[in-house]
């Protein structure tokens, strides 16, 4: 009879009865003979043991057919119960844990080094312990392990709200762990707008953290974030936005001076001209590094003012 256990690691593990005929009594004449197939010595009115329809005397036979146990040594004889593990026999007294002694005949075991060990023995030496719990996390069940360290799936718990992480993503500071939102809600720095926790990909302005999202212009409300702008007020605004409500205007085109990008002008009085456009209302001439005359709204060059 062939049993199959179920292995602890990934050995393939079994054990069985050894299969033997039993014992008879035989009867006949004292005319005929009948004699063990090996040491020849009549069998009548002795126990024998029949194998590939040959008797045997029970001593012959226990000689002949039995195994060695692995463990003591001996025969494994035909009235004794035979285990079997790989290619090792074993007397069902001797099958037992290398640790503590512990009877394997009917207990799950694996076998170590050619040790064989009891589920419990095999834990306590082999298995990783939960850092959380301090007790065996068992093979074959659900664990999480991280810097080097192993915890039960139960035990793997944010530090905040106590919740299992499982497989979410946390974050570790120093000891303990943290599901995203308790981090967040603990540790992250609130946007300057929306007083929302700010993870990741934010932006700074005057030394205040703002999400890319948040940091927009106080006029149009597009977002600055890689954009060049300016600021009145303490509030942000893009370039467009700042020039069209704060600017001044150029006298000859109209547009707005903001200086941003480099862009230089001129300034006289209380008017000014982008530097392109500061030329002589006559004639066109560019007056730039050059003098020039006021007359009324116009600026004439030297020669335009001396034909007035």
């Not at 256990?5 to 593990?13: A, F, K, S, T, V």
């Not at 285990?83 to 076998?111: I, Q, V």
């Not at 039960?152 to 939102?181: A, L, N, Q, T």
């Not at 000859?252 to 903001?258: D, G, Y």
């Amino acid at each position: 009879m062939d049993i199959q256990r179920c292995p602890l690691p990934e050995d393939r593990i079994t054990y069985r009865w050894a299969a033997l005929q039993p014992c008879r009594l035989q009867k006949s004449t004292m005319a005929d003979r009948f004699d063990c197939d090996n040491c020849k010595e009549s069998l009548y009115g002795r126990k024998y043991i029949q194998s590939d329809d040959n008797p045997y005397c029970i001593p012959c036979y226990d000689s002949l057919f039995s195994n060695t146990c692995d463990e003591c040594k001996e025969l494994i004889g035909h009235d004794a119960r035979e285990l079997f593990y790989e290619d090792r026999h074993y007397h069902e007294h001797c099958f037992r844990c290398f640790r503590c002694d512990r009877s394997l005949a009917d207990e799950p075991f694996t076998s170590q080094d050619d040790a064989l060990l009891c589920n419990d023995c095999y834990c306590n030496e082999f298995s990783s312990k939960c850092v959380a719990c301090d007790k065996i996390v068992m093979p074959g069940t659900r664990k999480l392990e991280y810097a080097g360290s192993t915890w039960h799936e139960g035990c793997f718990i944010c530090h905040s709200c106590e919740e299992p992480i499982g497989s979410k993503s946390f974050i570790p500071d120093k000891d303990e762990h943290y599901c995203v939102p308790c981090y967040e809600e603990k540790f992250a720095p609130r946007c300057t707008r929306c007083k929302k926790a700010l993870a990741k990909g934010g932006v700074t302005y005057r030394d205040e953290p703002w999400h890319k999202e948040c940091f927009v212009c106080a006029n149009c409300k597009t977002q600055l974030a890689g954009q060049h702008f300016t600021s009145r007020d303490d509030s942000p605004y893009c370039l467009k936005c700042f020039g069209s409500l704060y600017a001044k205007k150029c006298e000859a085109c109209s547009k707005p001076i903001t200086g941003f990008g480099g862009g230089k002008y001129i300034s006289f009085e209380d008017r000014q001209w982008h530097q392109p456009c500061f030329t002589c209302s006559q004639c066109s001439i560019s007056l730039v590094g050059a003098g020039f005359f006021p007359d009324g709204d116009r600026i004439l060059c030297r020669e335009c003012h001396s034909n007035l």
